[in-house]
């Protein structure tokens, strides 16, 4: 066997501390939870539950941030067809976003996708520092999402995800090209924003938005009347 081999597989077990740890204090379904879409200032929050069978690997699992497009989509794929794999989806559009705050918002993502699950988890493993309200136990990990294997998967559901849901709203909305930045505040964004201003999908609670939007009735007018 190869160093490169034998460190993947060293690297994959490390990933299932969190994991193994729920299950010696008597826990037996895992559940990994993260979000993406949390900065962006168009597009919704989308979060991801995700449930592994116990003996499973899968190799080159980790951080959605950390792995090319072609890397995360392959994984993304295998996730979805491998038998025993339980995912749940939840999104929270813009609107509700500027309605409870991206942190309400992210949280309410994450119990819409734990609920969508097909089985019950008993423990929940979650990405950050603070856990949502449920009366399921569980802990949060801060940098979850490169520790534990779950919360990976998790991570890349969410993304995977989200970015296909951004890439269809650029159909909607080309002017913005969500194709490529899928809504966070890049140069070419922001210069979209200032010329076309807002979309019915940005959110208006997010800075520079929500200081224009208090300044220009004109902003109000494209953004709730998307035809104009």
Known sequence: MSNTFLDEQSRL????????????????????VDEAGRGPLAGPVVAAACILPESIRIEGIDDSKKLLPSQRFAIFQKLLETPGIVYGVGVVDPLLIDQVNILQATFQAMLIAIYALS?????????GNRMPKTQIPGEAIVKGDARSQSIAAASIIAKET???????????WPEYGFNRHKGYGTKGHLLAIEQ????PIHRMTFEPLKSRLQNSSAWQKRHFDPIS
């Open 13 to 32: 077990e490390a990933m299932t501390f969190f994991e193994k740890r729920a299950r010696s204090k008597g826990f037996s379904c895992i559940a990994g």
């Open 119 to 127: 089985q019950r988890p008993d423990y929940l493993l979650i990405d």
């Open 162 to 172: 989200r970015d296909q849901m951004m890439d269809k709203f650029h159909k909607q």
């Open 196 to 199: 076309f201003g807002p979309c």
